[in-house]
Each structure stands twice: as structure tokens, then as C-alpha cells.
């Protein structure tokens, strides 16, 4: 399974950004999806999930209100809608995969990694 996101970049706090990730081939909606961020010296952490047919989503704490995962099992597609950046929020975003029941917020549960897409926050 190959995961493929794109979407980061450069924006000034306040701003908007939205990732995707692709994953091609037919087992895209058999899929727990998830993004994960990292900054230099920092564990590798979950920014949210969502189940294989969108009735369960979460985000976490630092990212509730501002960030919203979306997948479109048509398109073999997740993203991440990130309004309200801040500087704090810039870091490698991943998407990753799991083939296993349930939405986890452990690195362990997840066995398929995206490339990383890098998001900075400054003005």
C-alpha cells in the first residue's frame, strides 16, 4: 500500500492549508486513515483519524476545533483541513494506514506511512 501526500507549505499564523493524501489501488475503504506530525527532536504524534466509512473521527487535543479530517472513498483520498495555524503547528505531517479495526492514536497500530509533507507557521 502506497501512501502519497502533498499539500504542505509556507503560510503566516492564522492561515489555511489543506493536505492530502492518496492512496492508489482498491483497498483505500478497507482502510483506519490517519495523520501524524513530527518536529526535530520530537516523537512522531497523532493529529487525527478516521474510520473506513467516516462515522468516527477524532483530533486531537491541540488541533480540536481548528483541524478537520475528511476522507472521499471515491477518490482514494484523505485530507486534513487546517484553519487557525499557528506557529506551534509546524512540523513533517504523515498519513498513514492501518488494516485493523478501530481508530488508534499509537504509531504501532498504523503500517502504512505516507513521505511526509512539511507545514511551517511564520510570518
Known amino acids: 500500500v502506497q501512501l502519497q501526500a502533498s499539500g504542505g507549505g509556507l503560510v503566516q499564523p492564522g492561515g489555511s492549508l489543506r493536505l492530502s493524501c492518496v492512496v492508489p489501488?482498491?483497498?483505500?475503504?478497507?482502510?483506519?486513515m490517519a495523520w501524524f506530525r513530527q518536529t526535530p527532536g520530537k516523537e512522531r504524534e497523532y493529529v487525527a483519524g478516521?474510520?473506513?466509512?467516516?462515522?468516527?473521527?477524532s483530533h486531537a487535543d491541540a488541533v480540536k476545533g481548528r483541524f478537520t479530517i475528511s476522507r472521499d472513498n471515491a477518490k482514494n483520498e484523505v485530507s486534513l483541513r487546517m484553519n487557525g495555524l499557528k506557529p506551534e503547528d509546524t512540523a513533517v505531517y504523515y498519513c498513514?494506514?492501518?488494516?485493523?479495526?478501530?481508530?488508534?492514536?499509537?504509531?504501532?497500530?498504523?503500517?502504512?506511512w505516507g513521505q511526509g509533507t512539511l507545514v511551517t507557521v511564520s510570518s
Open positions: 498513514a494506514a492501518s488494516s485493523s479495526v478501530g481508530v488508534r492514536r499509537e504509531l504501532s497500530h498504523y503500517e502504512y
Open positions: 489501488g482498491g483497498t483505500f475503504n478497507m482502510l483506519v
Open positions: 478516521i474510520s473506513w466509512n467516516s462515522d468516527y473521527s
